[in-house]
């Protein structure tokens, strides 16, 4: 079945010390998305890849960095991460950008800092 | 800007009731609309969405959704609600101007025996 797969399912940092999720995708999808989800709120979108074009939200701290080497593959690199970066993270593909066409969403990661 | 409105953080239903679950948008023009589920410690997956065909949507899972345009609501139903409906549903909007989604805040499903 064509999914959208994360790893790890659960990451545990320390504080300060780098970290990177992982996100793959057998749909072949143009757009790549992460978004945040912080405990009983809605996601929260970083940034988006079309294609190799790199779009990121004003919002997002520069401690948040993607990588997407390829079609495949999409990263999330938290450069120092903090207790308030603690959250889910949500990958998501879709085959365009533009608004009507759905997002299929991994599992997500789930991130915690001690 | 698009905003959206989920009304009621929580709500609760009997195995067997409907289960009706409030979305209200603001938008300038026509929207596209999307009901997402999210299951614990799951990503969200799409149950249906308004694309400005028929009014009356129909999703996976036995939901469904009407656009009302004069209410500016998009409120999700299903007849009778099973127990693996538990979930948090989010109602998201596609802002025209950065064809980003908006998500509502989230409802929680329960439902009890």
């Known amino acids: 079945d064509a999914m959208v797969i994360q790893n790890p399912r659960y990451q545990v940092t320390q504080f300060g010390k780098p970290v990177t999720l992982s996100c793959s995708q057998t749909?072949?999808?143009?757009?790549m998305y992460w978004y945040q989800q912080k405990s009983s709120q809605a996601p929260k979108l970083l940034f988006h890849?079309?294609?190799?074009?790199?779009?990121n939200e004003a919002d997002t701290p520069d401690n948040f960095q993607s990588r997407r080497p390829n079609t495949s593959f999409c990263f999330l690199d938290i450069r120092s991460p903090g207790l308030g970066d603690a959250a889910m993270y949500l990958c998501a593909t879709s085959r365009d950008d533009r608004g009507w066409y759905e997002q299929f969403f991994g599992p997500g990661t789930r991130l915690t800092v001690l | 800007a698009q905003s959206v409105t989920q009304l009621g953080s929580h709500v609760s239903v009997s195995e067997g009731a409907l289960v009706l679950l409030r979305c209200n948008y603001s938008s300038s023009v026509p929207p596209y609309l999307f009901w997402y589920v999210q299951y614990p410690n799951q990503g969200l997956q799409l149950l249906l969405k308004?694309?400005?065909?028929?009014?009356l949507v129909k999703g996976i899972n036995g939901f469904e959704a009407e656009f009302k345009k004069s209410e500016t609501s998009f409120h999700l139903t299903k007849p009778s609600a099973h127990m693996s409906d538990a979930a948090e549903y989010f109602c998201?909007?596609?802002?025209?101007?950065?064809?980003?989604?908006?998500f509502g805040t989230g409802t929680r499903l329960q439902v009890f025996p």
């Open positions: 998201a909007v596609s802002d025209p101007n950065t064809d980003k989604l908006i």
């Open positions: 890849y079309y294609d190799k074009d790199f779009n």
């Open positions: 308004y694309t400005s065909a028929a009014t």
């Open positions: 749909l072949n999808h143009n757009v």
